[in-house]
């Protein structure tokens, strides 16, 4: 199993970004799949999740409204689109299985700062 994400960086408050999850080494069509994010100093927490079909998906209440996921299974990736970027959206984000496995992928760090 690995995951790679990507699409992370320095940006403004009020701005954007689309992050990218690559999975491999198993049929992503099987899967609930998440992004999860890691701020400095705390643990990681569970951005939102996706169902198998993309029908069904739910979010940190701090992020509704502004995060998309959404997931293309023939690319066998994930995608997590970011509008109105806030400071504390600051973190390393990782994309996983809904019920995560090891290892983690590297992760794409995030900064919200002007």
């Known amino acids: 199993v690995q995951f790679v994400e990507s699409g992370g960086g320095l940006v403004q408050p009020g701005g954007s970004l689309r992050l990218s999850c690559a999975a491999s080494?198993?049929?992503?069509?099987?899967?609930?799949m998440s992004w999860f994010r890691q701020a400095p100093g705390k643990e990681r927490e569970r951005v939102g999740s996706?169902?198998?079909?993309?029908?069904?998906?739910n979010y940190l209440d701090s992020v509704k409204g502004r995060f998309t996921i959404s997931r293309d299974n023939a690319k066998s990736t994930v995608y997590l689109q970011m509008i109105s970027l806030k400071p504390e959206d600051t973190a390393v984000y990782y994309c996983?299985?809904?019920?995560?496995?090891?290892?983690w992928g590297p992760g794409t760090q995030v900064t919200v700062s002007s």
């Open positions: 080494g198993f049929t992503l069509s099987y899967y609930v």
């Open positions: 996983n299985r809904y019920n995560s496995v090891r290892p």
């Open positions: 996706i169902t198998s079909a993309g029908n069904m998906i």
